[in-house]
């Protein structure tokens, strides 16, 4: 299988700063987009800048002349607020399955955004703050190691408007385990599951569920099916009721 | 700013999220925090007056890109029903709820005609009757004197005269981006300009616009 190996791309501050016009339009590329998004959560200097060019980019529409909407459209969407549950993708799980998965996820969310300053010293020092999850963090600093892969996946538009400012990265160790992770999702009170798929072609096949915390981040360990060694494809989706899956974040692994 | 809800560990992002604010009035802010609010606790009525302040704005960001006003009405309708299932997905950390708003528009509306796969804009670069293509079509005319609206109060008239101060050909890039959805190369292909030159006019003209608009500048030194 051919991996699309680029590790995160390390950007300096200059680097993101020249993105960061194009960045709040969406017009960056995948790979772009995703190093310019480690690098804002832990840059105050670059964050107070993207801020600007988002002000600018919400501004724009104010330009145009508005246009009224059909007030049978208003009258519908106030009947569609009573059908519509708040939530509908929410899953809840007992609590006490929880707390490890959120633990996890918020030491794998710190390792990725650490990685993506290549700060191997970091990432121990985290570990050591956290004794009792000890084990768990050695696995994944074998995840985030230099010799490591790691694929940066497309965030779709839907993960922006709903998720802001969430990423999703799968992690390969050298012993070829894989895990994916997710971060940055808007917190809530309750765990979400969400699913995760492989796909041939037009077919894709489920791999079960991530669970993103109450932190918004997540993780699971990820095994292509055995008559599916190497999908075109790895795809994180959200789920609304009965309404078709909405892609979140997509891996082309053919690249 | 008035909103109760558990908000994410602040990342210092304070004076980051105000200066994105400037941009917006602080007592329409005000009213959409409220209302917003009480999205949160489910008042339908509190939604239905997001919808009277915003949805004209959204339709009218929503019909360049999709240019069918069916659609684009569907997809306002379908923007203020995520609002109401998922309100916390606007952190008020992040700057101006109208100015999230909008850009969640402008994704939606951008994923919607992908996902149509109708390229009803092949012919984007030609109007109907085979007239060039003409971004003005977007945008208001902007008043006599640009001076005069660069000092309202009303954030569109600063929007539009910002946009005005552009040079012709970054004005036409960024509007084809941001108003006709496109991507730089089907813009560098319609206007007939190498890729490099359409990135660097778009940029450019974001530079400039955000500099007349939230003080921004290149070195990092905020002036204001
Ligand atoms: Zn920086």
């Not at chain 1, 991996?3 to 339009?25: D, F, G, K, N, Y």
């Not at chain 2, 008035?2 to 200066?19: C, F, L, M, N, V």
């Not at chain 2, 992040?94 to 005609?113: C, K, T, Y």
């Not at chain 2, 359409?198 to 921004?216: E, H, P, S």
Request: glycine share 8%; aromatic share 6%.
């Amino acid at each position: 299988m051919t991996w699309q190996s680029e590790t995160l791309i390390e950007m300096t501050c200059a680097e993101v700063e020249e993105r960061l016009p194009l960045h709040a339009l969406g017009l960056l590329d995948a790979d772009e987009a995703a190093a310019v998004e480690a690098h804002l959560p832990l840059c105050p200097a670059c964050q107070s800048v993207a801020v600007q060019f988002e002000a600018v980019a919400g501004a724009m529409p104010l330009a145009l002349d508005p246009i009224a909407p059909d007030p049978a459209m208003r009258a519908q969407l106030m009947d569609r607020l009573d059908s519509g549950a708040p939530s509908a993708q929410v899953t809840k799980l007992p609590p006490t399955a929880m707390s490890p998965f959120r633990r996890l996820g918020l030491l794998a969310a710190a390792a990725v955004l650490l990685l993506a300053i290549g700060g191997g010293f970091w990432i121990n020092r985290l570990i050591d703050e956290r004794d009792e999850a000890r084990t768990t963090a050695a696995m994944l600093q074998e995840f985030v190691s230099p010799n490591a892969v790691a694929m940066a996946m497309a965030p779709m538009a839907a993960s922006e408007y709903d998720w802001g400012w969430g990423t999703s990265r799968l992690f390969k160790n050298p012993a070829g385990e894989m895990m994916l992770v997710v971060e940055g999702c808007p917190p809530t009170t309750e765990e979400r599951r969400y699913p995760v798929w492989v796909a041939m072609g037009d077919d894709r096949t489920p791999l079960g569920d991530i669970a993103i915390g109450e932190d918004g981040s997540g993780w699971m360990m990820v095994t292509f099916p055995a008559d599916i060694p190497a999908p075109e494809q790895l795809g994180v989706s959200m789920r609304e009721g009965e309404a078709p899956l909405v892609d979140l974040f997509l891996g082309d692994m053919t690249g | 700013m008035a909103d109760g809800r558990s908000q994410p560990a602040p990342q210092q992002s304070e004076p980051a999220a105000r200066t994105g604010r400037r941009l917006f009035a602080p007592e329409d802010q005000a009213i959409d925090a409220a209302l917003m609010e009480r999205v949160t606790t489910g008042d339908k009525a509190a939604l239905g007056e997001l919808y009277d302040r915003h949805a004209p704005t959204c339709l009218a960001l929503a019909m360049p890109i999709l240019r069918d006003r069916r659609l684009a009405e569907e997809c306002v309708q379908d923007l203020f029903l995520n609002l109401w299932q998922r309100p916390h997905t606007y952190d008020s950390q992040r700057g101006a709820f109208g100015g999230w708003l909008m850009r969640v528009a402008r994704n939606r509306a951008i994923d919607l005609l992908r996902r149509q796969r109708e390229r009803r804009f092949a012919d984007f670069a030609v109007g109907a009757e085979g007239t060039p293509f003409d971004p003005e079509l977007f945008l208001v005319d902007p008043a006599p004197d640009p001076a005069e609206l660069a000092a309202s109060s009303d954030t569109g008239d600063r929007v539009r005269a910002a946009l005005v101060s552009l040079s012709g050909e970054q004005r036409e890039a960024l509007e084809l981006a941001y108003f006709g959805g496109l991507s730089q190369s089907e813009i560098a292909e319609r206007l007939n300009r190498p890729l490099g030159t359409v990135k660097t006019q778009i940029r450019t003209g974001m530079q400039r616009l955000a500099r007349q608009l939230t003080g921004y500048r290149p070195d990092g030194t905020d002036t204001e």
